[in-house]
Structures are given as structure tokens and as C-alpha cells.
């Protein structure tokens, strides 16, 4: 029922810095938490942060201080800044978020396709 489209992703060099944004799509009564995971080749899937309705937030350490995450609640959007990228944040970024078809219903996750952060010279 919920759609997720991220963008953003790009061929970076060390130091510089991205923006992803992530917009939900299609019929649901609220989304409760969304953000971000990452996969690097050869690792597991891991959270790099994310954010609640009321704006609180939750970072992975390898990120405290470097990314900011942000959403709008009217739009169903949710956005990574990234600053100061290292080629360790090489990785194909998902946009995560929990759902409620109803207002009643149990949570749902859904994911976006992912999008590609490369950070390298």
C-alpha cells in the first residue's frame, strides 16, 4: 500500500556532500517512523538513522555529527544531508518507513529500491 521512491544518489568525492530524499506514495492513515539503511557489498544492512513524527531522531555512531535527518509529515517525505562523506559510506541507501493502513491496524514496513552513494576520487 505504501510506496517509497528515493533519489539522490551519486558519484561523490571524500569530503563532500549529498542530499537523499525519499517521498511515500499511496493509500495509508499515517506513517510513524521513517529513515534510512544502508548496504554495503559484502555486509549486512544496517540503520543510518531515523526519525519519528514528533522529530525524534536516531543516528548510527559512524554518522553522529556528519548526517541530518529530517522529514515533513504533510508530505510523507523524509531527507538525508550528508556532509563530510568518507568512501566507508559507499553503500546503496534504502528509504525505510512503518505504516498503518488504518487506525487501528498493526504496523506495516516498506521499502524504497535503493539508491546508489558512491564516495570515492
Known amino acids: 500500500q505504501v510506496q517509497l521512491v528515493e533519489s539522490g544518489g551519486a558519484l561523490v568525492q571524500p569530503g563532500g556532500s549529498l542530499r537523499l530524499s525519499c517521498v511515500a506514495s499511496g493509500n495509508f492513515y499515517s506513517i510513524s517512523i521513517m529513515g534510512w539503511y544502508r548496504q554495503a557489498p559484502g555486509k549486512e544492512r544496517e540503520l543510518v538513522a531515523d526519525?519519528?513524527?514528533?522529530?525524534?531522531?536516531d543516528y548510527s555512531n559512524s554518522v553522529k555529527g556528519r548526517f541530518t535527518i529530517s522529514r515533513d509529515n504533510h508530505k510523507h517525505t523524509v531527507t538525508l544531508q550528508m556532509n563530510s562523506l568518507k568512501p566507508e559510506d559507499t553503500a546503496v541507501y534504502y528509504c525505510?518507513?512503518?505504516?498503518?493502513?488504518?487506525?487501528?491496524?498493526?504496523?506495516?514496513?516498506?521499502w524504497g529500491q535503493g539508491t546508489q552513494v558512491t564516495v570515492s576520487t
Open positions: 525505510q518507513a512503518k505504516s498503518y493502513l488504518t487506525f487501528s491496524s498493526g504496523p506495516e514496513v516498506n
Open positions: 526519525i519519528t513524527t514528533g522529530g525524534n531522531t
